[in-house]
C-alpha cells in the first residue's frame, strides 16, 4: 500500500540559494553589528578583529539558525561558519574565519560533537596553528539522551552551545587569555545538560517533504538536533508526564548539588509557539522545586532550531558566581542582547 507525503511550503526561491540568501537578509537586517564574507560564506563581527581580544568561532550546518550567526556580536561570538542545511562547513572555510578574526590573543573554536563538525575544526585548527595562530578547540556533549547517535561519536552537541557562546565570550569581552577563556567554555560543557522531544519531522528545503515519518499522536523522546533517532517513538503525553522524564534525565545525569542554582534554557526547535514553551518553562519549575534546585537565570525561545520541527528541548546549567556574573554581562548580536 502507498503512502502518501505531503509537501511542506516553504518561503524560498531555489531551495540551493537559501543559505546565501538568508546570510543576505542577515546582514541587511543587521549592519550595525555583523558583515557578511560571501566569498566564504561566513558572518563576521562588525570590528573583528577586535585587537588583543579572544576571538570565537563556532559553525556548523544551517538550519539551526539563530545558532550560529544570529550570535556574532558583542560579548559573544566573533565569526559564525554556516554550511548548507545539515551539512558541516568545510575546513578553509573555518580558517578563513580564524584567519579573518585573530586579534592576536589566539582563538576558540567551539565544536559540536557532530563527526563532520569535529574532523573540519580540527583540520582548520591545525592548518591555522602551521600559520602561527593558537588555536583551542572546545567540545560540547551536553545531550544526555543517547550516547551514540547518528553523526556522533558519544553525546551530541546540543543546547549547552548558546550558553557557552554567551558566557565564554563575555569571559573574552573581559579580557580573559586564551587559556582562561577556554577553561570558562569547558566548564560551561562540564556542568550543562539537555534532552529534546520532537512531536513532529522538519523539512529541509532541498527534499520539500518530512525528512521522517512520525504518527500524529506520536514523539519522539530525546530527538538530536538534525531529527536523529532519540531514546523511543511513542505516544504522546500530557506536557507534566513530559517534562517531568526530561527533567529526571538531566538532573540524574547532571546531579547538581542540594540547593544549586542553574540556568534553565527551554529551546523551542522551530515549529512550536511560545505559549507552549512557556508552558514547558512552568512545569520544569515544579520539577525543579522538587529536587531543591532554584533557577536563577532563565532563557526561554527558539536559539537552536531544526527548521520546522514541532518541539522542545531543555538544557540546564549548574550556576556559581563566575558563571552567573558572565551570563549577567552585556552582549549585543542579533538574536541575543541585553545590557548595551
Same mark, same amino acid.
Given at each position: 500500500?502507498?503512502?502518501?507525503?505531503?509537501?511542506?511550503?516553504?518561503?524560498?526561491?531555489?531551495?540551493?540559494?537559501?543559505?546565501?540568501?538568508?546570510?543576505?537578509?542577515?546582514g541587511?537586517?543587521h549592519?550595525?553589528?555583523?558583515?557578511?564574507?560571501?566569498?566564504?560564506?561566513?558572518?563576521?563581527?562588525?570590528?573583528?578583529?577586535?585587537?588583543?581580544k579572544?576571538?570565537?568561532?563556532?559553525?556548523?550546518?544551517?538550519?539551526?539558525?539563530p545558532?550560529?550567526g544570529?550570535f556574532?556580536?558583542? /560579548?559573544?561570538?566573533?565569526?559564525?561558519?554556516p554550511?548548507?542545511?545539515?551539512?558541516s562547513?568545510?575546513?578553509?572555510?573555518?580558517?578563513a574565519?580564524?584567519?579573518?578574526?585573530?586579534g592576536?590573543? /589566539?582563538?576558540?573554536?567551539?565544536?559540536k560533537?557532530?563527526?563532520?563538525?569535529?574532523?573540519n575544526?580540527k583540520?582548520?585548527?591545525?592548518?591555522?596553528?602551521?600559520?602561527?595562530?593558537?588555536?583551542?578547540?572546545?567540545?560540547?556533549?551536553?545531550?544526555?539522551?543517547?550516547?551514540?547517535?547518528?553523526?556522533?561519536?558519544?553525546?551530541?552537541?546540543?543546547g549547552?552551545?548558546?550558553?557557552?557562546?554567551?558566557?565564554?565570550g563575555?569571559?573574552?569581552e573581559?579580557?580573559?587569555?586564551?587559556?582562561?577563556?577556554?577553561a570558562?567554555?569547558?566548564?560551561?560543557?562540564?556542568?550543562?545538560?539537555?534532552f529534546?522531544?520532537?512531536?513532529?519531522?522538519?523539512?529541509?528545503p532541498a527534499?520539500g517533504?518530512?525528512?521522517?515519518?512520525?504518527g500524529?499522536?506520536?514523539?519522539e523522546?530525546g530527538?538530536g538536533?538534525?531529527?536523529?533517532?532519540?531514546?523511543?517513538?511513542?505516544?504522546?503525553?500530557?506536557?507534566?508526564?513530559?517534562?517531568?522524564?526530561?527533567?529526571?534525565?538531566?538532573?540524574g545525569?547532571?546531579?547538581?548539588?542540594?540547593?544549586?542554582?542553574?540556568?534553565?534554557?527551554?529551546?523551542?526547535?522551530?515549529?512550536?509557539?511560545?505559549?507552549?514553551?512557556?508552558?514547558?518553562?512552568a512545569?520544569?519549575?515544579?520539577?525543579?522545586?522538587?529536587?531543591?534546585?532554584?533557577?536563577?537565570r532563565?532563557?526561554?525561545?527558539?536559539?537552536?532550531?531544526?527548521?520546522?520541527?514541532?518541539g522542545?528541548?531543555?538544557?540546564?546549567?549548574?550556576?556559581?558566581?563566575?558563571?552567573?556574573?558572565?551570563?549577567?554581562?552585556?552582549?549585543h548580536?542579533?538574536?541575543?542582547r541585553?545590557?548595551?
Open positions: 500500500m502507498s503512502v502518501a507525503v505531503a509537501s511542506v511550503k516553504k518561503l524560498i526561491n531555489e531551495p540551493a540559494d537559501v543559505v546565501k540568501e538568508s546570510l543576505v537578509g542577515l541587511l537586517a549592519p550595525d553589528l555583523v558583515r557578511i564574507d560571501f566569498e566564504n560564506q561566513l558572518v563576521l563581527r562588525k570590528d573583528a578583529p577586535v585587537s588583543g579572544v576571538a570565537l568561532i563556532s559553525g556548523g550546518g544551517s538550519g539551526h539558525e545558532l550560529h544570529g556574532v556580536g558583542a /560579548g559573544m561570538l566573533d565569526a559564525a561558519c554550511g548548507e542545511v545539515f551539512t562547513p568545510v575546513p578553509d572555510q573555518m580558517l574565519a580564524t584567519k579573518a578574526v585573530d592576536g590573543a /589566539g582563538v576558540i573554536h567551539i565544536v560533537n557532530y563527526t563532520g563538525d569535529v574532523m575544526f583540520l582548520a585548527a591545525e592548518m591555522a596553528e602551521d600559520d602561527g595562530i593558537s588555536v583551542e578547540s572546545v567540545l560540547t556533549n551536553d545531550d544526555v539522551a543517547v550516547e551514540d547517535s547518528t553523526w556522533t561519536a558519544g553525546r551530541r552537541g546540543t549547552v552551545t548558546v550558553l557557552l557562546e554567551k558566557i565564554a563575555a569571559k573574552a573581559a579580557g580573559g587569555s586564551l587559556a582562561e577563556v577556554a570558562v567554555a569547558r566548564r560551561v560543557n562540564e556542568k550543562g545538560r539537555s529534546g522531544v520532537a512531536l513532529t519531522s522538519c523539512a529541509t527534499a517533504t518530512p525528512t521522517f515519518d512520525i500524529a499522536d506520536e514523539m523522546f530527538v538536533i538534525h531529527g536523529e533517532p532519540g531514546r523511543r517513538r511513542e505516544k504522546i503525553r500530557p506536557a507534566a508526564e513530559i517534562v517531568e522524564e526530561m527533567a529526571d534525565a538531566i538532573l545525569d547532571l546531579q547538581p548539588a542540594k540547593g544549586a542554582n542553574v540556568l534553565a534554557f527551554v529551546n523551542g526547535l522551530g515549529g512550536t509557539p511560545l505559549i507552549e514553551l512557556y508552558l514547558v518553562y512545569e520544569l519549575a515544579k520539577q525543579l522545586e522538587k529536587y531543591g534546585v532554584t533557577a536563577t532563565s532563557l526561554v525561545g527558539d536559539y537552536i532550531t531544526s527548521l520546522d520541527m514541532a522542545v528541548s531543555i538544557t540546564l546549567l549548574e550556576l556559581d558566581d563566575e558563571l552567573t556574573a558572565l551570563w549577567d554581562a552585556p552582549v548580536t542579533p538574536a541575543l541585553w545590557g548595551i
